[in-house]
């Protein structure tokens, strides 16, 4: 099949590429020259988990290509996909601009039957304005359809490759079997294609990002109780984990969700929520409790420094807002590193791969290291945000010598107590007791 994706932005690529690998022909498509031109060039501009060598392979068997013009991109196209951003207004609204724009272009490029899916997540009511809009100009038959991405940064390509379910809202027979046929190969081990109304299809997207957000959320809260009643989160979390209601995942406490989807997806459902008279009290605490747990480290910091930061050297392990991706929006690090700044702190930072994109935000106002450990040679304190492998089992032997202080501050709980206490470091975690 025939394939075009407006927009190459971290869920755009990873569809485009994905569709390209089942077999079909895929053009993507994007205003962004320089980045057309980084992909036409074989260079990939999102880091993800597999994605590259998909990328390759799929432009080197001539599947996957790339193009500014929308005219061409969609030439022949059955299906296109609208893969663009939605970015919160200042009113906590998703801002429809960029989608609105192109399904305006698209009215009069259609010569045959189009079946025009919503890829981005976008409010409940989205799929007609983009059908009002394109129908305008449109002198064929079409359909819009509403197919939210349910993919997880890091592991993207398997999400999408095998996906635990697929959404789709569309009343329309026609598009319920070009959409049947398209995702096929995608569903052969039994995993169900849903098929509902477009305004139901859209509130499921936000409302699986709302629920996750809710549990993370509640766990923190947990967490923070845990600290003043001297339980461990630790144990919590495993003890009800186990019950099948409620399930292993999104249960462990940190300093806060960050990211593309959480913050804006909660946000604008908030929106969505206002703008139909209803106040959704759970998302206003979810919201309210995320906004300050991502820089609950901080009084602890201050406190252990007599709050006297100034001139002191943190090293940060983490700066992307979850491992497996460079990925650094609404990113706690940011939030703890403005607040570490405008203490007096100098602040050495370590990422393995999202060091460029903070550099890009904020250039030298920190300093960034070559590895995990020159980030805490001769610093006061180690700060960990982001929890990826390589520091859940660091040579604590050589951290021993390079840290002016044995001190950690563990925004993700990577270690366990006892081991902090037999190591001799002064440990404070999330949701349980600090080790001194």
Request: proline fraction near 5%; glycine fraction near 8%.
């Amino acid at each position: 099949m025939k394939i075009a994706v407006v927009g190459t932005g971290y869920v755009g690529l990873v569809t485009g590429t994905c569709f390209a690998e089942t077999g079909n022909y895929v053009t993507c498509v994007d205003i962004n020259e320089a980045k057309i031109k980084q992909m036409q060039n074989g260079i990939v501009p999102i880091y993800e988990p597999g994605l590259e060598d998909m990328f390759h392979r799929n432009v080197n068997e001539g599947r996957l290509n790339f193009t500014t013009s929308l005219v061409d991109g969609i030439a022949g196209a059955k299906v296109i996909f609208l893969a663009l951003p939605t970015p919160p207004g200042e009113d906590g609204s998703a801002d429809l601009k960029y989608i609105l724009q192109v399904a305006n272009d698209l009215g009069p490029l259609l010569t045959e039957y189009t079946v025009i899916i919503d890829k981005s997540t976008v409010p409940v009511g989205t799929s007609e304005l983009v059908h009002a809009a394109i129908a305008k100009n449109a002198q064929v038959d079409f359909d819009v359809v509403s197919n939210p991405e349910f993919l997880r940064e890091g592991v993207a390509v398997e999400d999408f490759m095998k996906p635990d379910r697929v959404v789709i809202g569309t009343e329309s027979d026609r598009a319920k079997d070009v959409m049947t046929k398209l995702y096929a190969p995608l569903v052969r081990q039994g995993n169900p294609i849903i098929f509902m109304d477009e305004r139901s299809a859209e509130m499921t997207k936000y409302a699986a990002n709302a629920f996750l957000a809710t549990k993370i959320t509640f766990m923190n809260e947990i967490a923070n109780l845990c600290e003043k009643v001297g339980a461990n989160v630790d144990d919590i979390r495993r003890g009800i984990g186990t019950d099948s209601r409620i399930g292993k995942r999104f249960l462990f406490a940190g300093i806060g969700y960050g990211g593309s989807c959480f913050p804006k997806d909660v946000q604008a459902l908030a929106k969505t929520s206002e703008d139909n008279a209803y106040q959704f009290h759970i998302l206003d605490s979810v919201m309210r409790v995320n906004e300050l747990q991502k820089t609950k480290l901080m009084p602890l910091i201050e406190s252990h420094f007599n709050n006297d930061l100034a001139g002191k050297t943190i090293g940060i392990w983490g700066l992307a807002f979850k491992p497996y991706t460079d990925d650094i929006r609404e990113a706690p690090a940011l939030y703890n590193i403005e607040a570490l700044l405008a203490l007096g702190c100098k602040v050495r930072v370590y990422d393995p791969e999202a060091m460029k994109n903070v550099k890009e935000l904020l250039g030298d106002v920190v300093e960034y290291s070559k590895n995990p450990y020159d980030a805490i040679e001769g610093a006061d304190a180690l700060m960990i945000v982001t929890e990826w492998p390589q520091f859940r089992t660091p040579d604590f032997e050589r951290m021993d010598t390079l840290l002016k202080n044995k001190v950690i501050f563990d925004g993700r709980n990577l270690y366990e107590l006892p081991q902090m206490q037999e190591l001799g470091y002064t440990y404070y975690s999330v949701g349980r007791k600090f080790v001194i």
